[in-house]
């Protein structure tokens, strides 16, 4: 028999086709195209499913708006730079650029292979020149608009990757559990191991005992480093990237949730302190508990605060502890702290407090000091304990069970204000009896010294790293001028040739940071460290609507036109980092006026992880599954109808066969039709009812394809090739009903198996493309058949019963003479023969009487 589908052949056939027909490119005349878009990869070595699973939905999808009538943008690129392409050509003795070329060859390769139908020609590659020229144009508009900052700060570093890491890219771990690193392999879609959901934001300016701090990509605990850094004043648009997330509808609600935690608004008081030891004879902090101010029993300001600074200079203990924190990161502290020689006064008690030099606060957090108040905040509490401080109460619980005694914790919820309490160094204040919340305002209405305020969790975007595999920052550090920055003329700075060496190969090559200053003349050094990558990936969206524009990094116009990317789709695990990079990007383009948007995603969708055995597919843990292995069609089939894309799913052999048997079946149908004819000619009633079960289904997937619902799609389709076997199988189908039925089937799967499609479709019509066809229509009205099918359904399942109870067991033979007989029909039978039987009627003689009509 010919109906087998060879799956290799028929790929390398179509997609042979598909390129000399260039089927895929974007018309020149497009206007205003359908941009789908997936998370273009990070060039580690090779496709894992993940990539097959993410670029499986963006490629139905373009495919399906393609049919639907749209002008698509489907295009694809490689994000190129890292570390780990450093790594590898360590171990492999070659050289990053020759690596990461090879890569992009081989899963350009595999791409092609699974057929993904992309705009080749817009190909975007970040480690070329033609490409990262433009970061380095980028950043110097950044930095025209007081958007980059060089700062001596003190930054994550990663001992092992030995380079600083961007605040984001430190990820807090339970200390129990270490697991194992996600090797070399730094892939955007895996790059990011488990992120707990502490790190995600929930406090991240807390510290933790049990946690600690450690690299993303190599999982090893940070330390701290002060250095000379690039930064991108990403705060800048703290507020309005955070209450841009209310609108972005299209968005899953989980990646807004985490970006509104990571931006952390907090509301909240600046309150101002007497210190007369303090510059200015003031130390401001920033509460979100304002009315706790009663129970403030000390001052501390964080090791790097100004105050800590100059008290360190007359003091010997607190300029020990300064040190002796400097290298270390926040979570290694603990509450350790010193007492110094100053004293605060509390602004609305007139309290001289003790003021403490501690690690636990934070720098950059808020002012970067703090009022304790240990009866109510957690690590204020444990600060107390530790250094034997006062713990006063000024916030009851507003039911007195809700919390038994401070001695076990603080009370951190609202409750109700008691400032004078029973005790003898209370205040007496008409404040008492208040919800906390009414006081707080209150509070902060009525004294000088407090003002409301609001700060944001997210820090600057630290980008400068030390290392070779990214793009150099165009800035000469001259002894006269400072730091200059390149002239646009001079661009790119191009990366020179690779040298083997421990720390940054930058460093060894004289003649890349020995050069002139382009302000006088004289000798300077060119700027050594090169860019987080994650600068590549933040408007690489945009490079796809120009891709060899050679005057600007994208044409402003078509941007305003084209965009915002309609649908992106890429793992959850980019939720911040990449997520919201993109977005400030897109605000400060549009600040520089060149975009009109000032968000770039109108449709997000997180897809889910690829398990097996329970756990995340993955090389590190041994259990992959090469895409390539079941041919390309039964790999995309399945993990597009496995699950809804945002959900997790089992790879299991047992569900892979599934897909694979729908393949053969709906290929042998076609050919069996084409090779066997065996038709009708005269219409009769019951194609009807096969007709309009075609029209419902092309209804059905035509909605479940708009919600990204493939999986559903992928059930319709079953359900329809499953008809019509039984209607071939019953009896001789009608000719023209039943061509339609196959050639929408093919239609119908080819977004998601669109060499199967071709293939069903070129067997039915002998000439033309799907992947070029129509989107099928229903030819019915189908406005009421929805409510008449609930009825046939109703019949039908009555049928079954009675067909069941009575043991007959020929159920699809039932099943279609009650289609045959339309629904009113059945019904009307079964009516006639329950009524000229009587009561007493036997379900077998029932059932016997309509077959026999
Ligand atoms: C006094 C106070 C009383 C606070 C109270 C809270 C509860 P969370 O705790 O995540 O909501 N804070 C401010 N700046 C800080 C810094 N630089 N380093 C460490 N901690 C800092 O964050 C808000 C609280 O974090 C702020 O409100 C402050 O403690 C602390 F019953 O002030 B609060
Ligand atoms: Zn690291």
């Known amino acids: 028999m010919t109906n087998h589908y060879d799956h290799a052949k028929v790929q390398e056939f179509w997609q042979y086709v598909w390129e000399r027909d260039d089927v895929y490119t974007l018309p020149a005349d497009a206007e205003d195209p359908t941009y789908v878009l997936g998370m273009f990869p990070y060039t580690s070595g090779t496709l894992h499913m993940g990539h097959v699973r993410n670029y499986a939905i963006t490629d139905a999808y373009a495919r399906y708006r393609r049919m639907r009538g749209d002008d698509v943008l489907h295009p694809m690129g490689w994000d190129a730079f890292g570390l780990p392409a450093e790594n590898a050509a360590f171990e492999r003795k070659t050289d990053p650029r020759s690596w990461t070329e090879a890569c992009i060859r081989r899963m350009r390769e595999e791409l092609e292979t699974m057929g993904f139908g992309y705009d080749w020609s817009r190909e975007v590659t970040t480690c070329e020149p033609e490409y990262y020229r433009w970061n380095q144009w980028l950043f110097k508009r950044f930095y025209e608009a007081g958007l980059v900052e060089y700062e001596a700060a003190s930054v994550n570093w990663c001992p092992d990757c030995e380079t600083v890491l961007a605040a984001a890219q430190v990820e807090e771990r339970e200390v129990e559990q270490s697991e194992t690193s996600e090797n070399a392999d730094g892939d955007a879609a895996s790059r990011v191991t488990e992120r707990s959901e502490t790190s995600e934001g929930a406090s991240h300016n807390a510290v933790s005992p049990e946690t600690e701090r450690v690299c993303w990509r190599c999982e090893t605990p940070v330390n701290r480093r002060e250095l000379d850094q690039w930064f991108f004043t990403i705060t800048d648009y703290a507020e309005e990237l955070h209450d841009g997330l209310e609108a972005l509808e299209g968005w899953p609600d989980g990646v807004r949730e985490i970006q509104r935690n990571w931006i952390g608004r907090q509301e909240g008081a600046r309150i101002t302190f007497e210190v007369p030891d303090a510059d200015g004879g003031e130390v401001d902090v920033f509460s979100t508990r304002p009315e706790t101010v009663f129970g403030a029993t000390y001052l501390a300001v964080s090791p790097g605060h100004d105050l800590a600074r100059a008290l360190a200079e007359t003091d010997e203990e607190v300029a020990e502890y300064v040190e002796s924190v400097r290298e270390k990161d926040p979570s290694d502290v603990g509450f350790a702290g010193v007492e110094t020689d100053a004293t605060a006064i509390n602004p609305l008690t007139g309290e001289e407090l003790p003021v403490y030099v501690a690690g636990y606060v934070l720098e950059d957090v808020g002012t970067g000091a703090v009022m304790g108040v240990p009866a109510h905040n957690d690590r204020d509490h444990s600060f107390a304990r530790e250094h034997d401080l006062p713990i006063e109460q000024v916030v009851v619980p507003s039911t007195p069970a809700a919390h038994d005694s401070l001695e076990s914790g603080p009370y951190t919820e609202d409750g109700i204000v008691e400032y004078n309490g029973d005790t003898e160094d209370g205040y007496e204040t008409d404040y008492d009896g208040l919800e906390s919340d009414v006081a707080r305002g209150r509070i902060v209405d009525e004294h000088d010294e407090l003002e409301s305020d609001v700060t944001y969790r997210l820090r600057d975007w630290l980008i400068s790293r030390q290392r070779y595999w990214g793009t150099p920052i165009p800035v000469v550090h001259c002894e006269d001028c400072g730091h200059v920055l ?368």
């Open 486 to 853: 390149v002239p646009d003329e001079e661009l790119p700075i191009e990366l020179p040739e690779f040298v083997r060496t421990t720390g940054n190969p930058l460093e060894e090559h004289d003649t890349f940071h020995e050069t002139t200053c382009p302000d006088c003349g004289g000798p300077a050094r060119r700027e050594t460290d090169t860019m987080d990558t994650f600068v590549d990936s933040s408007w690489y969206f945009l490079r796809f609507l120009s891709p060899h524009l050679e005057n600007a990094p994208f044409d402003t116009d078509l941007a305003d036109e084209w965009l915002p990317v309609d649908v992106y789709v890429g793992g959850e695990e980019h939720a911040i980092l990449h997520l919201l990079y993109t977005r400030f990007f897109t605000k400060a383009l549009a600040d520089l006026d060149m975009l009109e948007r000032r968000e770039p995603i109108t449709e997000l969708k997180s897809q889910g992880t690829v398990l097996y055995d329970g756990e995340k597919m993955s090389s590190s843990k041994g259990n992959v599954v090469a895409p390539q292995e079941y041919g390309a069609e039964t790999t995309r089939l399945f993990v597009l109808s496995a699950a809804h894309p945002e959900q997790d799913f089992e790879w299991t052999a047992n569900n892979v066969r599934g897909a694979y048997d729908l393949q053969q079946n709906l290929y042998g149908m076609a050919a069996a039709f084409v090779e066997e004819g065996d038709t009708r000619v005269e219409r009769e009633p019951h194609d009807e009812y096969v007709s309009r079960e075609i029209d419902r289904t092309i209804a059905a997937v035509t909605e479940e394809y708009d919600r990204f619902r493939f999986h559903r799609a992928a059930t319709e389709i079953q359900e329809l090739a499953r008809l019509l076997r039984r209607y071939r199988a019953y009896d001789q189908p009608h000719d023209e009903c039943y061509r339609r039925g196959l050639l929408a089937l093919a239609a119908l799967i080819a977004p998601m198996a669109p060499h199967l499609g071709e293939e069903c479709w070129n067997k039915l019509r002998g000439d033309g493309l799907v992947v070029e066809a129509d989107w099928p229509t229903p030819e019915h009205d189908l406005e009421n058949y929805r409510l008449e099918r609930r009825l046939v359904d109703t019949t039908l399942a009555d049928v079954r019963d009675i067909v069941e109870t009575a043991a007959i067991d020929d159920p699809e033979r039932i099943e279609l003479v009650a289609a045959q007989e339309w629904k009113y029909d059945v019904t009307r039978a079964l009516e006639d023969h329950v009524d000229a039987a009587g009561a007493n009627v036997e379900p077998t003689s029932m059932i016997d009487a309509v077959l026999d009509g």
